[in-house]
């Protein structure tokens, strides 16, 4: 069942109903606190954790030198 929210909440933002700062205190929240470990099989783990990482990479106000990185 948690994987059907995740996906809502990505779907949500991709579609463009949901911005960017609230996907990312919302999904970051919801995965890492209230998914468990054991709740995701391993494809759902590898998908939904590299959407978590990268999410650790988003800067709002990136430097000069973060923007060359793309």
Known sequence: MNEYKL???INTLVAGKYGVPEFEKDYYDFYLDEVPNSAL??????????VQE????????PDSVSRSYG
Request: zero cysteines.
């Open 54 to 61: 990268k999410l650790d990479w988003v800067d709002e106000n």
């Open 7 to 9: 996906l809502s909440m």
């Open 41 to 50: 099989n391993d494809e759902e783990s590898e998908f939904f954790g590299s």
